[in-house]
């Protein structure tokens, strides 16, 4: 329990919290105007805003949720790193980021929400996108609350419960306290401890295994030891792509990783209201071009060692997983010597052990072929072969915690704590602080008129989000809902937001009929898809079982029910946008004089 942990570890914990405190009272004295709660004056160092933005982008959702997929996928999921350096950085800061800084200063926009609303001379615009982000944020934070509670719930052998309110507490006090200054200055700390503790967990996986060539060859080899459930659907192998194709259950993978993984969180970033509301912190475009390369550079570490690791972990276990104990509880076929094991049962911390307490992930090594039955999936186990529990069942979301725990020395254990605590605080922080100002100054201030007095209602708004999304982390534990939901938040935005933002920035003859079109064709799309068509969430929803007894409408047609929104919704958004925008009144020129002004 907590009372066996090491002192050391508390004290450089508390220690680590202080700080941000220090950091959160700083911000707070600082903070003089809602210019200063919400863009932080307009005057963030490059560095800073470089570190909050990478800080922000990148949480336990990248880390632990997209960390455990590849786990379960493998490497394949790098795509997705290559995608958030070409589109989250590159695209973003070089084409994006100096219009979008240079309008919101011309429109004195302090919020996503505001920004589009001037832009579109559009009440409704603001309102909507508002709600949108009050409503769906709080289930991106869920996913990066889940990462870091589980890891905190490992380290301290805690109960999960306990963990998740504890995380939510610390969370909660300095990002209501400091604003937006608080919130950065604490990110730029976060994100240095961030890149420290994941480049080291690169170097010591590879030492593990024996040097980088040695360690992706051990994991090629392990091809025949994928599951087959994940064969079914594509699965190669840790260090091969899944099969392309349309048509047949078997490509289902390839669309799941390119569709929604690659593609949903990759091009999602883009409409990000807590990233884009970061270029508007700047004092000039230099200072944007100065904070690309860093940026690129934390992105590159951050995530292409997570999903490294996640995939690494799995030649780790086969090798130096402790072997699985476990006792008969049925005769599957007495002569092949095939038998179903009861193996695993949870703890109070929500790890899996087996009868003698070994807490996964451990290795299950066969005497005589046999078949163990893990988490309801029967797998095939072989004579004198071994395979890790990370890919025979359990929670995707434990693998990286789990590989830490395991592997790592001790006190890299309370490194990794750090890492954790500060990927997860810097993201939570951010994404708290754009709800309570959703509701705050997008909502409250356009629906009442009391403009510039939205200050309390934002610092509720923010206590609201947070209790929703405690709510949303205690009830969702699915293997992999972290990444789940992230992408599904990113590609909401990307379908409700992006065209409008991006037409705005680019397209004077852009509307506000054609934007408002866009933001509710995006959003409808989106949702239906979610309810009724994407099996794993329509599932959950279960409204398309109660009205049409069927998961998915599309159930009966192969790889449509793991297509995501985003595929679909994106584009019907764009030809919206340009369509009623060429049949409708253009803005005026006074307006966008005063938009494009210097261009």
Not at 278 to 287: A, D, G, L, N
Not at 341 to 365: C, H, I, R, T, Y
Not at 411 to 431: E, I, K, P, R
Request: proline share 4%.
């Amino acid at each position: 329990m907590l009372a066996e942990v090491e002192i050391a570890e508390i004290i450089v914990v508390l220690v680590y919290l202080l700080v941000i405190v220090y950091l959160g009272i700083m911000g707070y004295l600082r903070t003089k105007s809602a210019t200063d709660y919400l863009v932080a004056g307009r005057q963030v160092h490059p560095f800073v805003m470089a570190m909050s933005y990478g800080a922000t982008f990148i949480s336990t959702s990248a880390i632990v949720g997209f960390g455990g997929v590849a786990g379960l996928f493998g490497m394949s999921v790098l795509w997705l790193t290559v995608c958030n350096i070409f589109v989250g950085i590159f695209i973003a800061f070089v084409f994006l980021a100096p219009p979008a800084r240079r309008m919101g200063h011309h429109l004195d926009a302090h919020t996503f929400p505001e920004f589009l609303g001037r832009r579109y001379e559009s009440r409704f615009i603001q309102i909507f996108a508002g709600f949108i982000i009050f409503l769906f944020i709080p289930l991106y934070a869920a996913a990066v609350l889940i990462g870091g509670s589980v890891f905190v719930a490992s380290v301290f052998e805690m109960p999960y419960p306990a963990a998740l309110l504890l995380f939510s507490v610390i969370i909660a006090a300095y990002v209501i306290v400091g604003g937006l200054k608080g919130v950065m200055y604490s990110d730029a700390l976060q994100g240095t401890i961030m890149f420290v503790g994941m480049f080291a967990l690169l170097v010591f996986c590879y030492r593990f295994l024996g040097g980088v060539t040695e360690a992706h060859q051990k994991l090629s080899d392990l091809a025949p030891l994928a599951p087959a459930n994940l064969q079914a659907i594509g699965h190669r192998g840790w260090t091969a792509m899944p099969k392309f194709g349309w048509g047949s259950p078997e490509y289902n993978l390839w669309w799941i990783v390119i569709g929604t993984i690659t593609m949903g969180v990759g091009i999602g970033v883009l409409a990000q209201p807590q990233l884009v509301v970061r270029f508007m912190t700047v004092r000039s475009r230099r200072e944007l071009n100065r904070a690309a390369l860093v940026g690129g550079v934390f992105i590159l570490v951050m995530t292409g060692v997570a999903f490294t690791v996640g995939s690494l972990s799995n030649a780790y276990f086969a090798e130096n997983g402790p072997e699985l104990t476990g006792r008969v509880v049925k005769v599957l076929d007495a002569e092949k010597n095939l038998a179903s094991l009861q193996l695993m049962s949870q703890n109070e911390a929500g790890l899996w052990q087996d009868v003698e307490g070994k807490v996964a992930p451990v290795k299950l090594f066969g005497d005589v072929d046999q078949q163990v039955e893990v988490e309801g999936q029967t797998v095939a186990l072989q004579k004198g072969r071994s395979i890790s529990i990370v890919y025979a069942g359990g929670l995707a979301d434990e693998i990286i915690p789990s590989y830490i725990i395991s592997a790592m020395p001790k006190w890299f254990g309370l490194l990794f704590l750090l890492t954790l605590l500060s990927a997860a605080m810097s993201t939570l922080s951010s994404q708290f602080h754009t709800v309570g100002t959703s509701i705050g100054r997008d909502v409250y201030e356009q629906v009442t008129g009391q403009h510039g007095k939205s200050t309390t209602i934002t610092r509720i708004g923010i206590v609201i989000g947070i209790i929703y999304a405690v709510v949303i982390s205690y009830y969702q534990r699915e293997s992999t809902f972290i990444a789940r939901a992230t992408a599904i938040f990113f590609g909401l935005c990307a379908s409700a937001f992006l065209p409008a933002f991006v037409g705005g920035l680019f397209w004077k003859r852009m509307t506000r009929a054609g934007a408002i079109s866009s933001m509710v064709v995006g959003f409808v799309i989106t949702a239906f898809w979610l309810t009724f068509i994407k099996s794993q969430e329509a599932q959950t929803i279960g409204l398309s079982e109660k009205l049409f007894g069927r998961v998915s409408l599309l159930l009966d047609h192969p790889n449509w029910p793991v297509v995501d929104p985003l595929l679909v919704a994106l584009p019907v958004s764009i030809v919206v946008a340009i369509g009623v925008s060429l049949f409708t009144q253009p803005p005026s020129k006074e307006h966008l004089d005063k938009c494009f002004r210097g261009r």
